[in-house]
């Protein structure tokens, strides 16, 4: 049974930084596109950044423009985890956080939720102003 969890989350100051952990367990995740969404209390889930897997060794990312240059994602295949870290955070960012991860995505289709096969539970980040 394939498994995502999303770790990481907590209460922090504008302008600080988190690092969100996802990690994957029940199969090897290396080949699969993971996305970062979040979903802020009476929004609809967003897309924030996604990663796709190009072949070998190649990874192609993709960001939200609400959170370009200060969000950045990351990938430890050793540990089957995939990380998020969020820079310069502000207010807005506030959300519950889900990773999500599918098969044979690209710059196309990694925004759309509905093509994940896998989701977490959500870690919910909170940043105050």
């Known amino acids: 049974q394939a498994q995502l969890v999303e770790s990481g989350g907590g209460l922090m100051q504008a302008g600080g930084s988190l690092r969100l952990s996802c990690a994957a367990s029940?199969?090897?995740?290396?080949?699969?596109?993971i996305g970062w969404f979040r979903q802020a209390p009476g929004k609809e889930r967003e897309f924030v950044v996604g990663?796709?897997?190009?072949?070998?060794?190649?990874?192609?990312?993709h960001y939200a423009d609400s959170v370009k240059g200060r969000f950045i994602i990351s990938r430890d295949n050793g540990k089957n985890t995939v990380y998020l870290q969020m820079n310069s955070l502000k207010a807005e960012d506030t959300a519950v956080y889900y990773c999500?991860?599918?098969?044979?995505?690209?710059?196309?289709?990694?925004?759309?939720?509905?093509?994940?096969?896998?989701w977490g539970q959500g870690t919910q980040v909170t940043v105050s102003s």
């Open positions: 999500a991860a599918a098969k044979g995505m690209n710059s196309a289709t990694v925004r759309d939720m509905n093509r994940y096969d896998y």
């Open positions: 029940g199969r090897t995740f290396s080949s699969y596109a």
């Open positions: 990663s796709v897997w190009g072949g070998g060794s190649i990874y192609y990312r």
